[in-house]
């Protein structure tokens, strides 16, 4: 989001002023916004984000709140169903504009790499929840949420861990070998 100020000698400052470097899911963002700018034209369904909100193909489908309890995990459950249902809320209400589309496909991707690669990896090797709880803030939650909110300033890190227990939902990420 940029930011135009005007002075009293009517030059004008362009930009956040945010001089760090992107991340690779805050690039792909940018190029997003840039490339559909304000065009909020209704477009099918993108292929990529149908395989995403869709259940895993060739995993039993089971609910949430069993594949939280069978990873030892039930104590988020209620959280988690709320959060999951939000974001299914939010992905229906805005499934036909493009720009949310995409935006959805680099993040849901981004929770579910990280996941295989940081987060499954503790589960293994029983590092204990509060170990697994403090990656995931640090290494999705933080990351995700800093990447999509000059996009989008409703996204809260509850709304990425709504995204979280969806992909959960759907059998993309495990929480143990049940799907």
Not at 66 to 78: F, M, S, T
Request: glycine share 6%; aromatic share 8%.
């Amino acid at each position: 989001m940029d930011v135009e100020l005007n002075y009293k000698d009517n030059s004008v400052h362009n930009g956040d002023n945010i001089f760090a470097p992107l991340s690779s899911l805050e690039k792909a963002i940018d190029i997003i916004i840039k490339k559909f700018g304000d065009d909020e034209e209704l477009v099918d369904f993108i292929e990529d984000l149908s395989d995403l909100v869709n259940s895993h193909p060739n995993r039993e489908i089971v609910g949430l709140e069993e594949k939280l309890n069978a990873g030892g995990r039930g104590d988020l459950v209620a959280d988690a169903t709320y959060l999951k249902n939000k974001f299914e809320r939010r992905v229906a209400k805005n499934q036909l504009l493009a720009i949310e589309q995409h935006v959805y496909v680099q993040i849901l991707s981004a929770i579910i790499s990280i996941w295989k690669q940081k987060i499954r990896p503790l589960i293994n090797s029983n590092s204990g929840d509060m170990k697994v709880d403090e990656v995931i803030f640090e290494e999705i939650l933080c990351p995700i949420h800093k990447a999509v909110i000059k996009y989008d300033s409703l996204i809260t890190t509850e709304s990425v861990s709504g995204m979280l227990y969806f992909l959960t939902g759907k059998c993309h990420v495990r929480w143990d070998g049940i799907c």
